[in-house]
């Protein structure tokens, strides 16, 4: 499901070299366990739509990781020695 896949995205798109693995790898071997699709040629495919899909969700959760970074007001860190 895309929506699934879009979430695992959101999720965890801070540390994202980590969901476009499981998403890439663990998408089709659901896909084949529950019986919805045999292996061939189409599960590289699926492979990389769900690789794409979360993709999507990682674009969006970097993205406003960036934007939350810029409008946060910086500051020299906590007051030491008082």
Sequence with gaps: MIPSLIL???LLGRW???????AAVGWPALLVATGAMDVGPRLV???GLA?????VGVAIH?????IVRRLRPTTDGPARGR
């Design 8 to 10: 695992l995205g959101l």
């Design 16 to 22: 994202w070299l980590l969901p476009l693995p499981v």
């Design 45 to 47: 495919a699926a492979s």
């Design 51 to 55: 690789l794409l899909n979360t993709g």
């Design 62 to 66: 970097q993205g406003v990781l960036r």
